[in-house]
């Protein structure tokens, strides 16, 4: 490093980014295995010639390591865009199905929480304006099911269970295997093979085991912009027997279920990222928790905090808090301007101005809703990053809360 390069660092700090939630940088092995399908191996997959094989191998071998991550089979695995095109492929597929085969919607019910994505919600406000009956589960005020209530809300009628692993905004990870198996006693009680278990995976990988056999669960959405793989791609995982229609038609490709010419150096490179990330998430959680609990510590010293979701039940990476007074959203322009970025929910509930839904949907209030940051960490992230977070975000919160206190004397 030069005296110049130096001199200019200490001037202008590098920048620090906290918005691992939202995505991730794809990982420097990752992104070898992705080049020569970029440049080289570069023909369509659907080709009959030696070029066209080589790259739909590429993709059977990418299936093949994801589904045995996954411990399913290599014809339950699917490659999609992302999560929010998986999310749909999972409701709309599953409720296109039940209307091919003769049922009506009114007859239909799907349990969800308030909590969810907006690729689930919105999907479920479509249906239910065409006879879908939704019902979402109480949660706590630390965001987490109820599972006494949730059990109530099972019915002969009750065809979907959809809810996120680890929720994108506050972090908090559901007991899946607990749902579950509710589910099975049901359905062993009513002898039915419905309802059917989805569950939003796309936050879970790099911190928590996505093994089907051992969740219990139907169909998976999963993301490879959150775990260290290429933004625009992600995994659609569905048990053999659930009910499916294709949202495109045109093609063959992945099985049918969604045509059309294959990402190939993407897909490989999903896969690579997958497999790492699932390699090592024990380790890896229990580092970036440390992490975590250090920036709670320090956060703690900011007057009026509040921890949104539960503290314990909490993805490692996550942290999300509330300061009443203050604009979140002011807050995280703040903070981009002195090189941190964060955020103050999801990327797809947009830059609205509005209050966090889920931060309502736990009881808070206007204040609570519109105060909030999600500052999510990566495996880079240090005690020093932390650190700087802390001192920015406190001066800013002093010099506010002083304006306020100005204001209100005259």
Do not use: W
């Amino acid at each position: 490093m030069s005296f110049i390069t130096s001199i200019s660092r200490i001037l202008k700090p590098e920048r620090i980014y906290l918005d691992y939630a939202a995505a991730t940088p794809v990982r420097a092995e990752v992104l070898k295995k992705m080049t020569p399908f970029q440049s080289e191996s570069f023909a369509n997959a659907s080709a009959i010639y030696k070029e066209g094989t080589d790259a739909r191998q590429a993709i059977q071998r990418a299936r093949a390591q994801v589904a045995g991550a996954l411990r399913i089979k290599k014809e339950e695995v699917f490659f999609v865009s992302g999560g929010t095109e998986a999310n749909n492929m999972a409701l709309v597929g599953f409720l296109e199905a039940l209307i091919d085969s003769g049922r009506s919607l009114d007859t239909c019910e799907v349990v969800t929480t308030a909590l969810e994505h907006p690729s689930i919600l919105e999907i479920l406000k479509q249906y239910q304006q065409k006879g879908l009956r939704v019902e979402y589960a109480p949660v706590d005020v630390d965001g987490l099911i109820i599972h006494s209530e949730f059990e109530k809300l099972l019915s002969d009628k009750t065809v979907l269970v959809t809810f996120a692993y680890a929720n994108s905004e506050i972090g908090v990870v559901q007991d899946v295997k607990a749902i579950t198996r509710a589910v099975r006693v049901f359905k062993k009680e009513h002898k039915t093979a419905f309802p059917y278990v989805h569950l939003d995976a796309s936050q879970a990988p790099l911190y928590l085991s996505c093994a089907f056999d051992a969740l219990g669960v139907d169909m998976m959405t999963l993301d490879a912009g959150k775990f260290y793989g290429p933004k625009g791609v992600g995994i659609f995982a569905k048990k053999h027997g659930v009910p499916h229609a294709p949202l495109m038609r045109g093609g063959d490709q992945e099985g049918g279920v969604r045509p059309g010419t294959e990402n190939v150096a993407g897909i490989v490179g999903c896969a690579e990222a997958f497999g790492i990330a699932v390699r090592d998430y024990e380790v890896r959680a229990q580092r970036v928790a440390a992490i975590r609990e250090y920036c709670f510590k320090e956060l703690s010293t900011i007057t009026g905090v509040v921890i949104n979701g539960s503290r314990d039940q909490r993805i490692a990476n996550n942290v999300n808090i509330s300061i009443p007074g203050i604009d979140g959203e002011y807050a995280a322009v703040v903070l981009d301007t002195n090189g941190i970025a964060v955020s103050t929910k999801s990327a797809c509930s947009g830059a609205t101005g509005s209050g966090s839904k889920v931060i309502y949907a736990l009881g808070g209030d206007d204040a609570r809703a519109l105060s909030t940051l999600r500052i999510t960490l990566g495996e880079e992230t240090t005690k020093r990053n932390i650190l700087r977070l802390v001192r920015v975000l406190q001066k800013h919160v002093t010099h506010m809360r002083e304006t306020i206190d100005q204001i209100n004397k005259k």
